[in-house]
């Protein structure tokens, strides 16, 4: 049994961020992390679309995003760290009712410096060969499907290699000196009272307990404080102990369908909405489908974020439904972007979203020298230098954490007791 | 198949309310009303301390609970139906810490007309044979026991039996035409699109679709409106169609002393504080161990509500835990009331609370057609009836619930998305 000043439990980007920031400010303590899987971002993060935006309606999620999109380009231009960060946008397709939806958000993001461009339908219909028109098609109809009105290009958004991401974390936390141990499942946490009496069976209830490290498969790990960044798992461990951290698993799909016919290939590589030449990050109207460009790997990624009736359940190896996509994404996607008739994908992976069902934003806060950081609702990846930091200022008991970029942000606006956040209207 | 106007889940105290309220605004209405075990309110209202008060911080806590109590004692007193409810009062012991808590949501209610009396240490050690000066005992302090500084006597508080209620609202439903089948276990909730296209694998994710009733172990049952009303079951199954409802299952346990020795006689049997003439539901200081009386039966029940670690855990049969009593409640208990040494209990029990952890009032919401009844946090039975109204309000579309004694509830005020309580800071 030996003694850390901490143990992180999750080795995801969320984990590894918030282990190296820790590990910044303390070069001398000694920091564990562990992780069930044999490597580093095997959960939820290898599942992940990878991708960053900095458009929300929350403030709060807006600079979390913001910031860390500003860190990774840093490492990427400044460390030569390649995390394969591209700015090749996002493009919002909005039927007229999501465009006026939407503008009261933008015009509100415009005064934190997010630009933003508009298109009208029918010159995205000329560059991306995309059906703006519905009205009248059947199918559509039924589906419910609206004609789009208009685009709203964000140049500051694109994609990212979350393995890179979560990597770059790691070997920086190493080379500081932090530990890792994988292949270590944690079961429970270890409850111990905080003035042991040395008699069997404590703690009493009127004791005054806490959380002293985690039971393992591997064995007992002791800590001064035990932080937990397992994602989609956080709920289950928690629930164990008895605090709450709104925090629900859901299921996730990716599709990946290959850009082999000439039609599609033109899609995948369109030019003029960014410097890599590529279609940018594309929502189509609600139903939201997601289009995610993959030009060096020639594929397209296609997912939609279900809500009612998907299940809130964790599970181990979650598999992506043939149908979702059959009868699902095909349906709705074929009828926007007509590039995509008869294309099936040719490999699909599925994850957990960590969805905090309050508001939308991540959960950082301590309790019984517990700290619990997670929640980020399927944007960890794009938040996980902003969330790692504030875990950070969170554990040296500050009350404001510095994010990069100088930004100031008040540690307790994201704890439960204290928490302070708009919901969040637009997650995807 | 069977269609319903709406199939109740749940056959406690809540779900017969609910059931029995609709029941009377719609007579001729098809009420079914299901439960797993075989026989009304067999889950936690079984398991209950059986007791009421209307002592809350919160003014909803508080209305819900004063209207449900006027309603119980209208039935008892003018219906002649024997509910078991005595007024013997709830005796709140109080460090002086407590008592500054205590006093400005004394001073609140005193406006909403609930009457309370002080008592001072010493009358109270005169009258109850109650050990008020801790200081000085090494064990105590060890525990961390205060000193007792005053009572608050609340004589609107008391007893009741949890079965006789259930009986009553499930007669009164029965009556009216209501159907009720024990013995039916809910596994899951049918879910079809609201315009059914006749395609397999309906409903797809861009079709609107809705709760149209239960899959359960005794077929499918289908209705208009689905009530889940399952207590600390509920979050399980709304977790299958991914509804989040903020409650969370704990095991509490109760443990009986016979009243055998004389002085333990005498204390159940003090005079004084109520027509029953015996010591009235009695809360010690923090840890604030509960005491309740079943002066009928010769008997103490006592409780404590633990929290961390104490998980949130749903079990099918959760059991008492003899070292909860012999090293928790019993330790605390015999330093405050001596005459309890060396008794140990001769039956225990153990039910689930349905904890709302957002603020510890009920949930009563409606989503995709599926009503949630729910979240009573351990005061369900003396809350029941006014639940029961708002749901059924709920049930008609109704902006505002009319509780007994014509006190007006707005309905939306216990839902999720527009939820307007304080949170309740007496929680025992």
Redesign the interface.
Known sequence: MSEYDAVVVGAGVIGLSTAYHIKCKHPSSRILVVDKFKSAGQGSTAKSMSAFRCLFSSKVNYLLSDSSVDFYFYVQSQLSVDLKLAFVGYLWLLSSGEYEEMRPILNGLAASNLKHEEYEAEELAKRLGLNVHLAGDEEAE????KDVYKGVFIPKAGIIDADCVTKFYEEEFLKLGGEIRYGVKVED?L?EPCKP?G?P?E???????R?SGVKANSGIIKAEKTILAAGAWIPQLL??????C?I?P?KRQVFAIEAKKPALKRLLFTEGFNSVECIPFTILPR?RVLVRPFPTEGVFWLS?A????????LEDEPQPEK??YE??IY??LVKYFPQFRDCHPYSAFAGLYEIN?LDGHPVIFE??DLIVVGGASGSGIMKADAIGRIAAALYDGEEYAVLYGDRKFKVSDLSIKERRVEREKLQI
């Open positions: 039924i589906i419910g499907l946490f409850v009496l008699l069976g703690p009493f209830f009127w004791q005054e307990s959380v629930d164990s102990v008895g605090i709450e709104f629900k859901k139903p939609y279900d809500d009612f009736p998907r299940a809130f359940k149908n979702f009868y699902g349906q709705v069902t309790e019984k």
